[in-house]
């Protein structure tokens, strides 16, 4: 695809995504389709030459919307609300062409500022202590997680390294793995970390 194709394709998904959202009312919010209906839906090997724009366009409509639950829908009551606007596709968009890797400073500064920057806002707007926001000097700030998965993983790591602190100041002798084989998560039903103990 050259700039010019992936100019007119990409006019042609931004009306298509404003066409849907503003009719989103319009569509079925939970689809009806069963398990595996998709694998008779497309080939059952990868395409080995490119399709055109109009045919993957076309497949949206007739493989994959058939498969979606609106979230978007204000008839969606289910869950949590989806975050999602005209500028935040857009910023989409940028973060998408830009596809920077934001795991360290030097691996993209400006990521990790702004990242740093919009945290500090955020536990402002919350009314945080200055010892939980970057800015302050300190050791607080935070990260931006990509999904509630991905901010449970990271507390069940930090309540590990915090355990493991804590039982090697009562058991010196002992070795990390020696405790992390003690250790057990408890979560309920509902997919929360409760504790960590030995």
Known sequence: MDPESFTDSAKEMAEYIANYLENI??????????????RPLLPSEAPRTPEQWKDVMADIERVIMPGVTHWHSPKFHAYFACAQSYPSILADMLSGGIACIGFTWIASPACTELEMIVVDWLGKMLGLPKEFIFCSGGKGGGVI????????????????????????????????????????AYSSCEYYCEYFTT
Do not use: F, N
């Open 25 to 38: 009312r319009d569509r079925r919010v939970l689809p009806t389709v069963k398990p595996g209906y998709l």
């Open 145 to 184: 997680q990509g999904s509630a998965s991905e901010s449970t993983l990271l507390a069940l790591l930090g309540a590990k390294v915090k355990k493991i602190k804590k039982v090697k100041e009562q058991h010196p002798d002992w070795t990390d793995s020696e405790i992390v084989g003690k250790l057990v």
